[in-house]
């Protein structure tokens, strides 16, 4: 189709066609995700639906992450299956642009558009704000990349969150609040597909949130690369930091629980230790990634804190929250990591004892210090490392679920469950509970016993059904 009549379509089609689709996938973190929704909230005023098929999308973003070998990989597994899709849609006379965003976007644009001719749109994680823009070039010109990172700030040209696009999503929202990282972890590639760390200011994210709120979002997860190192400027024109920003959501109408993710051991200061003990709507669960548990290791890779300095950090917000869920990121087999090593990570594991956790075995990553680093560990050891970690760190999950059989939890339902009459939502912890319940309980929160352990889930039954208007900020400690 030429681009004349592609525009002409847009204006003169009858209306059961004049909406285009959208389907985007997104790999990697939680900012991904969010991502997501923002370019959806983009394209919306475009007349982009989504859609979750993506053989009946006129437009296709592979939203992309490069943490990892295996995640930057999936890029070029996934554009294969896609051009099949293309093809059989050029057959039926439908174009589809294929677009890839997020970190691999950012990191090897270049080389995607070199090898991936069925590419018509490249956007870095800092530029997804022109996506109307460079899909029409690409409809003009065939095919257009952008990773720069802009001297304007991409939030200033985002679009407010639609409802539409809120309304796909649920009880439960991300917010980004900040993004991109200085510390520069010698294995990470973060510093570098999303650049500086920079903070959004106050009123913008109340804002957000408020709009969030509005739609029907009980809960908010205020989400960075390096969250609790957020200084945005507030209304005052002082710099806010997290415990000062959360305790403003916290007063938005209808947002009854807050979480943040994901967080820095150096910046977990006083006050945000003690909101965990000071403010109700504050979700009793913390995600504080610790890498390893070797001061050797951890010096290599640049964290800046000992496995000491975690545990103590551990131990003031217990003080703090002593029924806090606790959750981490964990990587065997960074290079010169020695048995005796291992060993500590373990140790530390078992001291702590975790609800929850990730554990990666390392990929080297292009440009990053520890890919040039000497002591590689083979890969048979790195993948026995992982699979004793990841033993130890089920059974304190399973536990840690076991432990819960028995307590009233409110639990915020999030959408229907596995069988039919089944509702699913999230414990005050994070933890998956399954109920048997009216789906009118979906968007609100209300108190559950918790009768039993599926393998990563929990079951439990509603304690009474209140009024959903009733239950608005009834967020109790269990
Ligand atoms: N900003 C967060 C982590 C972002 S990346 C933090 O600083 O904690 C998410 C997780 O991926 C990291 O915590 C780390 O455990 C893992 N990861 C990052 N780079 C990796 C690599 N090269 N190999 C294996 N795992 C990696
Ligand atoms: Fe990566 Fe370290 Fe920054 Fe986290 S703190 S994003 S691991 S460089
Ligand atoms: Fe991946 Fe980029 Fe997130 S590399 S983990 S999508 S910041």
Not at 57 to 74: G, P, S, Y
Not at 231 to 252: M, N, S
Not at 364 to 381: L, S, W
Request: net charge negative; proline share 6%; glycine share 6%.
């Amino acid at each position: 189709m030429s681009d004349l009549t592609q525009e002409k379509s847009r204006s003169a089609a009858p209306p059961a066609r004049a909406e285009k689709r959208v389907h985007i996938k997104s790999f990697g973190c939680q900012m991904n995700v969010y991502d997501a929704t923002r370019m959806a909230d983009v394209l919306a005023p475009e007349g982009y639906a989504e859609t979750d098929n993506a053989a009946e999308a006129d437009l296709v973003i592979l939203n992309t992450c490069h943490i990892r070998e295996k995640a930057a990989e999936k890029v070029y597994s996934e554009l294969g299956r896609l051009r099949v899709i293309k093809d059989e849609r050029a057959e039926q006379g439908l174009s589809t642009m294929l677009t890839v965003a997020g970190c691999v976007a950012q990191a090897e644009g270049a080389e995607i558009m070199r090898r991936a001719p069925v590419v018509d749109v490249v956007v870095g994680p800092q530029s997804y704000h022109r996506l109307p823009t460079l899909i029409d070039q690409a409809r003009t010109k065939r095919r257009a990349i952008d990773t720069d990172f802009p001297e304007e700030d991409k939030f200033d040209h985002l679009p407010g969150p639609s409802r539409q696009v809120i309304a796909r999503r649920g009880a439960s929202a991300f917010l980004t609040v900040q993004e991109g990282c200085d510390k520069f972890c010698t294995f990470c590639v973060v510093p570098y597909t999303r650049g500086a760390e920079v903070s959004r200011p106050v009123e913008r994210i109340l804002a957000e949130a408020r709009e969030l709120a509005a739609a029907g979002v009980r809960e908010v997860t205020l989400i960075g690369q390096n969250v609790n190192a957020y200084h945005g400027r507030g209304p005052d024109g002082t710099d806010w930091t997290l415990a000062h920003l959360a305790r403003a959501v916290a007063e938005v109408p209808g947002i009854a629980r807050i979480r943040y993710s994901t967080s820095h051991p150096r910046d977990m200061d006083d006050d945000l230790i003690a909101l965990h003990r000071d403010l109700a709507a504050f979700m009793p669960y913390l995600h504080l990634p610790v890498q390893s548990g070797a001061d050797r290791i951890l010096a290599a890779m640049n964290r800046k804190h000992t496995a000491d300095d975690y545990r103590r950090i551990i131990d003031r917000v217990r003080q703090a929250r002593p029924d806090i869920a606790l959750s981490s990121d964990f990587i065997v087999g960074f290079p010169g990591e020695t048995e005796a090593d291992f060993n500590e990570t373990m140790r530390l594991v078992a001291d702590i004892g975790f609800a929850s956790a990730f554990s990666f075995k390392y990929s080297a990553r292009p440009g990053t210090p520890a890919a040039d680093m000497a002591d590689k560990v083979p890969e048979a050891e790195a993948s026995a490392r992982l699979s004793a970690l990841q033993a130890l760190l089920t059974e304190q999950q399973k536990a840690f679920n076991a432990a819960s059989v028995g307590r009233t939890v409110d639990v915020l339902f999030e959408k229907a469950g596995r069988h039919p009459g089944q509702i699913a939502g999230k414990s005050p912890y994070l933890q998956a509970v399954q109920v048997n319940g009216p789906a009118a309980l979906v968007g609100t929160i209300a108190p559950v016993r918790l009768t039993g352990i599926a393998t990563f889930s929990l079951f439990g039954d509603l304690i009474n059904t209140p009024e959903p208007a009733a239950n608005l900020g009834m967020e109790t400690h269990a």
